[in-house]
């Protein structure tokens, strides 16, 4: 399974990780300019350093030693939209907090699917003759590693195993539901050490491929 911490960052609510304290709003006045600062903001996980290459219409970027505070700004045209657009790429690739969140991103670019559910990857590269690659290096908060040391099964468990999900559909038998149970519990007692062990890395990297012609795949996470 290609990166299990970064799947389970990817389809889990960020709300459920971490304690979020009001917002307070500090008012600072520069001539007529008015900037609102938000302070006590939620302690969640930041991009530490991101790499987009041939990707719409950034040929290549790379960012590094990246805060928790990141301003992008530059002319109309420039790539600013794209930078976003490729996070928003990863984390969907990498797990959905809805079903078919992939292909609404798809759509936003009017990338049709086939018969199949295919869409062709092509129209996304800068350069059509020339591979896609996006990286990406994320730190977790400590709240954020708490949480997920402590309900990491559950959220294995989740990610494979909606009860719900079952007994909403008409005619599903029991014996079904059960055997679904087990199965995702197998899949937890095999999965669980592997997230424990990824947790203990200070950071994570994510990233994807595509070569013209081919598929697109996920990079193995590095520490």
């Known amino acids: 399974m ?20 009001p917002c307070k709003l500090s008012v600072l ?11 006590n903001r939620p302690n969640w996980m930041h991009i530490t350093s991101l790499t987009i290459k041939n990707f719409r219409g950034v040929k290549y970027a790379e960012m590094k030693d990246l805060g928790t505070t990141v301003i992008v700004a530059g002319p109309n045209g ?3 939209s794209t930078i976003f657009d490729a996070i928003r790429l990863l984390k969907t690739v990498y797990g959905e907090y809805q079903p078919g969140e992939i292909h609404q991103w798809f759509n936003e670019f009017q990338m049709p699917q086939d018969e199949f559910g ?6 996304l590269l800068n350069k059509r003759d020339t591979p896609l690659e996006l990286r990406c ?3 977790l908060h400590p709240d954020e590693r708490a949480y997920l040391a402590a309900n990491g099964a559950r959220e294995i468990s989740g990610a494979i195993f909606r009860p719900g ?20 519990n197998r899949m937890v007692e ?17 990233g994807l491929t595509y070569t013209p012609g081919g598929d697109l795949n996920l990079i193995d996470s590095i520490a």
């Open 78 to 80: 420039c790539g600013k």
């Open 190 to 206: 095999l999965n669980l050490p592997i997230l424990m062990d990824e947790l203990e890395k200070d950071d994570l990297e994510i």
């Open 165 to 184: 999900d079952f007994r909403l559909a008409v005619g599903v038998p029991a014996e079904q539901i059960r055997a679904q149970q087990e199965a995702a």
């Open 29 to 39: 006045r520069d001539g007529n300019r008015i900037a609102q600062l938000c302070r």
């Open 137 to 139: 290096t994320i730190r």
């Open 118 to 123: 295919r869409v062709d990857l092509i129209p």
């Open 2 to 21: 290609k990166c299990l911490l970064a799947r389970l960052l990817a389809a889990t609510d960020p709300t459920k990780m971490v304690a979020r304290e």
